[in-house]
């Protein structure tokens, strides 16, 4: 029997611990994500600039635009003269440049379209790179490029706008060659109040004869105002158009109680003769105590237009622009060309196109610099005699208009174009041999006395 020397029985060892299996698990990261973005940035364009030379010295060629109504057809003849105007001056330009550099003309047709002028007006000053503008649009399409021409401080030239407000708002780089409306419509009654009480009456009247039309309308407004500031009594008579038979007009001016100083005849088409004629017939004329004035351009061409008769002696005829018996030199070549060309004879648009051109040659050959204000301290001291007169814009920044001497739009306005009227000293004479009788810086001969 085995004994044990402890009394006791040994224990077992314990079983080691069980590993437990290893459990994976699946756990989703978000990654950051990279992505690339193409995007195109478009830069903030420079606004339009002028790119025209600095002076004539850095110019390869100087370039001068000109906005005409073109596609108007409501002033094609007015639009013809201009563009033959401007030929005729580029044709003597081109002879010697701007002071040896080439010189190009850009006619642009602007329609008289105050938008489209505008947009033609920037793209010559920053795509063309015209130094200046020749503008002869109506008067809304001239301001619409009136603000481009001060945005851009490019000088315009404008040559048939007619409103005071092209210039009594003083613009710096807008000057005026037209004749405003007040010196146009001024004419008669300061015409009239010169000649004085002509029949000795002691009453100074006058009469107009207009037709019933918005020409009409618009000549009687325009010029009304004119009498009463000289205090010439006026009457006015209406008379439907077209008509060739005066006799109840001529009835009415023989009943009249007093003898009319003049009659100013405001009639389109041959109407405006045929009447001239008749009045003449019927004794009221310069001997017998009235003036007949005409304001029909036909009046000064009347065989051009197929009439077969002649004015009298003593008629007077009105006329805006020059004439061949006051005519300067270059303007005498104006007249021969048309004259060539078998053309009636030149309007004031010819004229003022033809010198609108040479005015801006002149002045960037005695201007510092071809910038803006340099060209307008050139314009402001012009002394030029040219086609249609002597050009000089006495108004200007030195001396601007006051207002009381001088109107408002006398700024930077050519104050003496050559508003003429002419007499016919004999009958059947040739209208260009007509004396000039008023004004009195343009005058050739008095107005005869009545007999």
Not at 199 to 228: H, K, P, R, T
Request: charged share 15%.
């Amino acid at each position: 029997m085995a004994v044990g020397t402890s009394g006791c029985t040994a224990s077992p060892e314990p079983p080691p611990f069980a590993t437990a299996p290893p459990v994976i698990q699946t756990v989703e990261v978000e990654v950051t994500r990279i992505v690339y973005r193409e995007t195109v940035v478009t830069p903030t364009p420079a606004p339009p600039t002028p790119c025209s030379p600095e002076s004539l010295s850095d110019a390869s060629q100087v370039v001068i635009g000109a906005i005409l109504p073109l596609s108007n057809t409501g002033v094609w003849m007015r639009s013809a003269n201009m563009q033959m105007g401007l030929n005729l001056a580029l044709e003597r330009v081109n002879s010697r440049g701007v002071a040896g550099v080439p010189l190009r003309l850009m006619i642009v047709d602007g329609g008289d379209d105050p938008l489209r002028s505008a947009q033609l007006a920037e793209q010559l000053i920053v795509q063309e790179c015209a130094a200046g503008l020749i503008v002869g649009l109506n008067d809304s399409a001239t301001l619409a490029v009136m603000d481009v021409a001060e945005r851009f401080q490019k000088p315009i030239l404008v040559i048939d706008a007619a409103s005071p407000s092209i210039t009594e708002t003083q613009r710096q780089m807008v000057f005026r060659l037209a004749p405003a409306t007040p010196m146009v419509a001024s004419m008669p009654a300061n015409w009239l109040a010169s000649v004085g009480d002509f029949n000795g009456d002691g009453v100074l009247q006058a009469v107009l004869i207009v037709e019933s039309s918005a020409a009409g309308d618009l000549f009687i407004e325009q010029s009304s105002e004119w009498f009463a500031r000289n205090e010439i009594a006026l009457e006015i008579h209406r008379v439907d158009a077209p008509m060739m038979d005066f006799s109840p007009e001529i009835a009415r001016l023989l009943a009249m109680p007093t003898i009319p100083d003049a009659v100013f005849i405001v009639i389109g088409a041959n109407g405006a003769l045929a009447l001239h004629q008749q009045l003449f017939d019927a004794g009221i004329r310069p001997d017998k105590g009235t003036l007949v004035v005409n304001h029909s351009r036909r009046a000064l061409e009347p065989a051009v237009f197929g009439w077969p008769g002649s004015l009298g002696m003593g008629s007077i005829v009105a006329r805006r622009g020059p004439w061949p018996s006051i005519a300067t030199e270059m303007g005498r070549t104006i007249f021969e060309r048309y004259r060539q060309s078998g053309m009636p004879t030149p309007e004031m648009s010819t004229f003022l196109a033809h010198d609108a051109l040479l005015l801006w040659v002149d002045a960037m050959q005695r201007a510092t610099s071809l910038r803006g204000a340099d060209l307008v301290r050139a314009l402001e001291t012009s002394d030029i005699e040219l086609a249609a007169g002597r050009y000089v814009f006495p108004y200007h920044t030195e001396q601007p208009p006051d207002g009381v001497n001088a109107p408002q739009y006398a700024w930077h306005q050519w104050m003496t174009p050559p508003l003429l009227y002419l007499m016919y000293t004999e009958a059947s004479q040739d209208s260009t041999t007509l004396s000039v009788i008023w004004p009195e810086q343009y005058s050739t001969a008095e107005l005869p006395q009545r007999r």
